[in-house]
């Protein structure tokens, strides 16, 4: 592992994505890493379907709105001093895409169990389950019941 590893996150504001970051920051400090916190968006695909008009930028900005969920996060999980650098990235795009992209020579990628979307029911999302089979560096998947579960 290098001096100064490189940890990449995906962070989308879910209780699963704060547990991961929280794992990230940990891990991070541990062995004296760097956190590289990423946010993905993309317009949704089901704006214009039965009639209803397309928002404005100015009505709804999907990229403000990750950017925005992504500094909450990290202010919320590791706050003002959280003893490691973490660095912020909002990228546009698909989610997977992204932190493929964000992960290349990374020493470590990790992400929660489940996003947002989805099935409450799955264990793994897509978006997990794309990473854990395509990513170029090791993928740490944190489900957020276990994380609570050991905290108790």
């Known amino acids: 592992m ?8 995906g962070v989308d504001g879910s209780p699963a994505s704060e547990q991961a970051l929280r794992w990230a920051v940990d891990y991070a400090r541990a062995v004296g890493g760097t956190v590289h916190a990423v946010a993905a968006w993309e317009y949704p695909a089901f704006y214009g379907w039965g009639g209803q008009a397309v928002p404005t930028v100015e009505t709804f900005n999907p990229e403000e709105i990750a950017g925005r969920t992504l500094a909450e996060t990290v202010e919320k999980v590791a706050g003002a001093e959280p003893g490691v650098t ?10 997977a895409q992204a932190l493929l992209q964000a992960a290349k020579g990374a020493a470590l990628l990790v ?7 989805g099935f409450s029911g799955v264990l793994l999302g897509s978006v997990s389950r794309h990473l854990t089979e395509h990513a170029p560096c090791p993928v740490t998947v944190v489900r957020e019941d276990v994380v609570a579960e050991q905290a108790e």
């Open 2 to 9: 290098s001096a100064n590893p490189r940890i990449v996150v």
């Open 86 to 95: 973490i660095t912020q990235n909002v990228v546009g795009g698909n989610a």
């Open 111 to 117: 992400v929660g169990s489940r996003g947002l979307g």
